[in-house]
């Protein structure tokens, strides 16, 4: 018998803001999780030259030598361990580097604990793949995050995996190195593998930050899966390259799986995956537009009486309890009053598994202020 999967919630608004443009209405797209900016020509040219060339061929399940080997470095500049031919394999993006862990390695009385509020593919990836996700309500006082106490009364003898998003989609909230290493710390004398989402590391907003948590890393890369993706950090989105690091054991059955699925990540965005990645200070986004961008969404929220906002430390997303506003409304309504009626288009904290929230994606900025004020408008109007 075919298996449900549920949609995305995260898609289903940006579908409906397709449906509505397309019947001349006009969306401004606070919606996406997807940068404006394109990514450099360097890395266009690289991937049309690949194609002339015609590098159009298979490649290896595990990706290209040449840019396993310059990730492979990559890592060992962090300070992990890693063999180009053992301990990574190239994927078409993030979510098809998740889904093929959870398909090769969770097993069917597997359970995989994941933070409350979550990337929308998590849970259906995880009942998809024959486990039973645990929904771990994150700390309200602490940006949603969760910390060992927190977790305690979701184990079980079936907990096997924790899923990691730090800086979180949708909050923006990131784990400080204490509060990383005392969640490994934790996992580790548990015998849990951290599947630690990396997609949004390049949006720290604190560079100390963001240094000392590839040190904390460190020591654990035993008990860790690193999914990575050049999506967000070089606006290669639909290039569909993305990476996962892991000890054997867990990268071979991964490769089978990889191979059976996609065979492999598509050859010439490898080979502008290469180029990117050789020369990553060059080609990665600037942070400054993003934290100028941060701010200012803050800024105009601060004109919303009764709004609540949990600091975003990273990402490029504002989430903002809304249930003071709206006491009578779900979250699902809101957002589509703020689409139908406003031509804004945000999610509903719903998609993320916590109502009463709305997510605010600050990653176009094409009309950034128009889309705020057209949301301060629709969210003070009662
Ligand atoms: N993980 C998280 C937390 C995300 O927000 C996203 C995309 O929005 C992904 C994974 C998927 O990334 P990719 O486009 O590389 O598949």
Redesign the pocket.
Known sequence: MKKMIEESGTLAVFDRMKKLRAMGKDIINLCV?EPDISPSQDIETAAIQAIQSHHIRYTPSEGIPELRKTIAHMIQDEGWRADENRNLIITA????A?FTTLLALVKKTNEVLVPVPF?P?YAPMIRYAGAKPVYVPGNPQNGYKISPQDLKPYLTPHSRFFIL?SPV?PTGSVYSPDELQELLKFLDKNHIICIL?D??RHFIYDEAVKEEIARILKPFQRSIILIR?L??EFAM?GW?I?YAVAEESLITPMKTVQGHIIGNAQTASQLAALKALQNPEKYALSLHVFKSRRNDVLEALRQVDHISIIPPAGAFYVFADIRSIHPEKSDVIVCSELMEKYGVAVTPGSAFGLKGFIRISYADGNRLYEGLDRLVRGLASR
């Not at 993006?93 to 098809?96: D, E, F, N, S, T």
């Open positions: 999780g993006g993030a979510k098809p998740l990337y593919s998003n989609n989402d997609v949004y993706s999506s967000k989105t569909r993305g």
